[in-house]
């Protein structure tokens, strides 16, 4: 029997208590317990009937460098990166969809270049930071994008550079993450990417 | 002693045993039996390093804090929701005039003494479990909030002392001045009570929303974790709950004793109480989703994947069970009022009838579209032939625009039968009666109408606009209606004639079970949203800040806390019920023995919670 066939059980159980309780029992006070019994326990029963979904921790995956050969196996790692420890699918989706809260990233590997993408995840504010919609003086409007290297999330760079090749991979781009790019752990990381040149083009997008 | 001989002390230890192995071997296995325990708590102990955490068998450290804090919350929210309550009735009958409210306001201000040291009680026994499981954690917290916890301690004492001054002097102080200094005694106690919820407040806001300065004094550091984004949103929605909380509790409490008393007087004290339980609870309800959709905006403006978690994530499901509870605790406060109309309100029932049908009618309509999901739970045939998870055409009931709508029109209903109810058995003879009956009925339509439209607009603009304008429109259009259609009912029923005398004590058994209904929604829809907050942390002790490192780093699924929270409901409801019968032992202790034969001798002080004199 499944956990939640048990705790059904518990719960018709609980109802069937208090239903025997009304029919057979007298004394108001535990006639009132009865109907808290049939109320409490329909209430676990609607609560065991919709989806059961647990939250876990993020697990603790370790990316082996050495098993990684070709950008392709990178993407498959920023594959699973998107969709677990980074939480990019929680607001984001690739290709139209109706849940989705936040810009759609099919075709964003295409579009922007790898240093734009890895700055618009490392640092979500350097050119969005005013909302000139409305006319007069820009009000401030930070993007509700998170820097992803921090906490809650705090991706590795290992990890970002993954979901940028999953990123390009999905719009169907050569993946120009190179494997001599990811840091092996216990060396000296090397020089952050830099999101040069990408100025003009994010300037151009926001207005 | 060398090793050689401790062998052979055991082996004489053994030997002067022998033929007393059962009765041995029973006390081994008691002992192991209450060892086990502390095995369990070692667990963690013995690795290097600080400890982090501690756990418990069987039950788990994280269920037990997760129980005593709900328990030790409930409790406080009675505990500061009564005094509102009670100071309330108070003062209607400070300025009214009308005595009862001041005996019912004594009555409920009776309990507080019990309630208090519970309460109390319940926060320390928290304490102690949270400083034995999660020493790190409470470290932290501590550095953190240290000058808080000072004034915490503070505004305890104060809160005590005008607590006892309130209760014990009710009868010294009822008269002249001296009641004017126990009504601002009242309004003291409702003001250090309401210190004391918002001081803890900002210690569980800020693991949900954390302001970390890294230097400063204290002071400075404890002020920006205070003012932390959801602080005054949590503030507002907790006061706002307290008061719901208090004045159905009371009608639980009338519910029940109506059901048991048996003389008249009784019925229709414990009816009429019910009646005003009924009406704070209600009164207080209209305002609390407003509270709550602003606390769910500032969680979205503080951090947009906490906001996703809660209404888009796995916590998704535990708003259709939310909407659920509130639609059943708008059901079970209308049904209250229209069974108020049909049995207090002789021949009012035959007038009534229709609107009463029709306003049940529209709420199960508003109810199941707050119900409908935004996407089904359906089988891959199913999903295929719908072309997704988003029914083509309940799908477009499962959204935010569709929901706030139906929400806001089921306050208008719940305050237009309350409006019912207020006019039934009453004959307007104001000259401008059917001129102000006209703007009314036109507001009512033209609100329902502008909220409705605005609802379906909604579809058609981006989110930040209908959020930001369309929601908070909607709110205000809904307030405008209560806040033109009272004072006019109120100047219309002036000069009203009555034609129907109220007749108390006359409501049917299935009215007290009503009132016992909506009180469990209530301290259902707590635990439940207690169970939404602290899981949208996630995996954080503070979120994005510390990070829970623990085996229960995990939210469990709604199914399995679900039990839980019912566990919490219906202990919560026993204490209450305990709360309930101490407080009142001495009332029917007198009763029973006759005036003055069941009192205590002069000079001899009355136990906490026990009843003083009355002198009315």
């Known amino acids: 029997m499944s956990e939640v066939a048990q705790l059904q059980l518990i719960a018709l159980s609980i109802v069937g208590v208090g239903i025997l309780i009304l029919l057979f029992i007298k004394a108001v006070f535990i006639r009132v317990t009865g109907f808290v019994f049939i109320v409490l326990g329909l209430f676990s029963l609607m609560s065991l009937a919709v989806p059961q979904l647990a939250s876990l921790p993020p697990a603790e995956e370790k990316i082996d460098i050495s098993s990684i050969k070709t950008p392709t196996d990178i993407a498959a790692i920023g594959q699973t990166v998107f969709f677990s420890k980074g939480q990019c699918a929680l607001c984001h989706s690739i290709g139209p969809s109706e849940s989705a809260r936040c810009p759609d990233l099919k075709g964003i590997g295409a579009k922007l270049s790898k240093d734009f993408l890895y700055e618009s995840l490392t640092d979500p504010q350097a050119f969005v930071y005013q909302d000139y919609r409305h006319g007069g003086v820009p009000k401030e409007y930070p993007a509700t994008m998170p820097a992803i290297n921090k906490d809650p999330i705090g991706l590795s760079k290992n990890e970002i550079l993954a979901v940028i090749a999953f990123l390009q991979q999905m719009s169907g781009e050569p993946i120009s993450v190179a494997v001599s790019e990811l840091e092996i752990p216990g060396k000296t990381p090397s020089a952050p990417v830099k999101a040069a040149g990408a100025a003009s083009f994010a300037m151009a997008q926001v207005r | 002693m060398s090793a050689i001989q401790e062998v052979e002390t055991v082996q004489r ?9 059962r009765w041995l071997l029973g006390l081994l296995f008691t002992a192991g039996w209450f060892l086990l325990p502390s095995m369990g708590f070692a667990a963690e102990g013995t690795t290097a390093g600080p400890t982090e955490y501690r756990d418990i068998p069987y039950i788990g450290s994280r269920n037990l804090v997760w129980i005593v804090a709900q328990l030790h919350l409930l409790l406080a929210g009675f505990v500061l929701g009564v005094p509102i309550f009670a100071w309330l009735c108070e003062v209607i009958a400070w300025r009214g005039g009308e005595k ?96 004391i919820m918002i001081v803890p407040n900002a210690w569980a806001t800020f693991q949900s929303s954390p302001v970390v300065l890294s230097e400063g004094t204290a002071f400075e550091r404890a002020w920006a974790a205070t003012w932390n984004p959801t602080w005054w949103p949590i503030n507002i929605h907790r ?48 305002a609390l989703p407003f509270a709550g959709y602003w606390l769910m905006r500032e969680i ?47 021949g009012s029932e035959a007038k009534y009838r229709r609107a009463m049908l029709m306003m049940l009618i529209s709420l199960l309509l508003c109810l199941a579209v707050w119900m409908t999901p935004h996407s089904l739970v359906a089988s891959i045939e199913e999903a295929q032939k719908m072309g997704g998870a988003h029914h083509p055409l309940l799908g477009v009931l499962g959204v935010m625009s569709a929901k706030m709508t139906v929400s806001n029109l089921m306050i208008l209903i719940t305050f237009m039968s309350f409006v019912m109810y207020w006019r039934a058995g009453k004959q307007d003879t104001a000259g401008w009666a059917k001129l102000g009956k006209a703007v009314m009925g036109a507001v009512l339509v033209l609100a329902s109408l502008a909220v409705i439209v605005l609802g379906i607009w909604g579809y058609f603009v981006p989110a930040i606009v209908r959020i930001n304008y369309f929601s908070t429109s909607q709110v205000a259009i809904v307030g405008f209606v209560i806040l033109t259609i009272t004072p006019l009912t109120a100047l219309l029923l002036k000069s009203a004639k009555t034609t129907t005398e109220m007749v108390w004590g006359s409501m049917p058994p299935r009215a007290g079970y009503a009132l016992v209904l909506n009180a469990v929604m209530v301290i259902l829809l707590m635990t439940l949203m207690g169970y939404a907050r602290s899981s949208s942390r996630v995996h954080w002790h503070v979120y994005g800040v510390m990070r829970d490192t623990s085996p229960y780093a995990y939210s469990p699924a709604l199914g399995s806390a679900s039990l839980i929270m019912a566990f919490c409901t219906f202990f919560f409801c026993i204490l209450v019920a305990f709360i309930f019968w101490v407080a009142t032992m001495g009332d029917k202790y007198k009763a029973a023995a006759g005036a003055g034969k069941g009192e205590l001798p002069h000079g001899i002080p009355a136990m906490a919670g026990g009843a003083p004199e009355e002198r009315q």
């Open chain 2, 100 to 195: 009862r409210y001041d005996k019912l306001a004594k009555e409920f201000t009776k309990l507080l003494t019990s309630a208090y040291a519970t309460t109390a009680l319940f926060g320390g026994i928290l304490l102690f479990l949270l400083v034995a499981f999660y020493p790190k954690l409470m470290n932290y917290l501590t550095d953190v909030f240290f000058p808080s916890f000072l004034l915490y301690c503070l505004l305890f004492l104060l809160e005590t002392a005008t607590l006892y001054l309130y209760w014990y002097g009710w009868d010294a102080m009822q008269y002249g001045n001296k009641k004017t200094l126990h009504v601002f005694l009242g309004f003291l106690l409702n003001f250090f009570a309401l210190f």
């Open chain 2, 239 to 286: 006061l706002i709950a307290n008061v719901v909380l208090g004045g159905y509790i009371c009608g639980a409490y009338a519910g029940v004793r109506y059901l048991s008393v048996k003389s008249t007087e009784d019925r229709e004290h414990y009816d009429w109480m019910g009646y005003v339980g009924n009406f704070i609870g209600v009164f207080g309800l209209l």
């Open chain 2, 13 to 21: 230890a053994l030997r002067a045993m022998r033929g007393q192995e």
């Open chain 2, 300 to 346: 979205y403006q503080y951090n947009q994947q906490m906001g996703i978690t809660l209404m888009g994530g796995f916590l998704s499901w535990l708003f259709i069970i939310q909407a659920m509870l509130i639609g059943v605790l708008f059901l079970g406060s209308n049904y209250y009022f229209w069974l108020g109309i049909t049995y207090r309100i002789p």
